[in-house]
């Protein structure tokens, strides 16, 4: 189970991260979907603040989809999980925001 210092530290790394995602239990299963959501939403704000579509994240995506999409990233490149978290979901994320150049 993901410890509660790791999941609020300002060092929660995609290590830490990943390993809530892979663990068997239920609390740290929704920690990870929640954090990969929560990454997923401040992207949406982050870019109707900049002007730009804040909308670019498919409505069809689900929480699901979304954790299924960042797990397989850090599956693939397990040499950039000592990076922070936020940052490892935002750039996993990146393919499937297909924001319009502006």
Request: hydrophobic share 40%; with cysteine; net charge positive.
């Amino acid at each position: 189970m993901i410890s509660a210092n790791a999941a609020f530290s300002s060092e929660f790394s995609g290590k830490d991260l990943y390993a809530a995602c892979i663990a068997g239990d239920k609390l740290s299963n929704v920690a990870c979907r929640k954090y990969i959501s929560g990454v997923a939403q401040g992207m949406r704000i982050g870019l109707a603040i900049a002007g730009k579509n804040g909308d670019c994240l498919p409505d069809s995506a689900t929480e699901t989809q979304l954790t299924q999409i960042v797990l397989k990233y850090m599956q693939e490149r397990p040499q950039h999980l000592h990076h922070p978290a936020a940052a490892i979901v935002a750039i996993g994320l990146k393919p499937i925001f297909r924001c319009p150049n502006q």
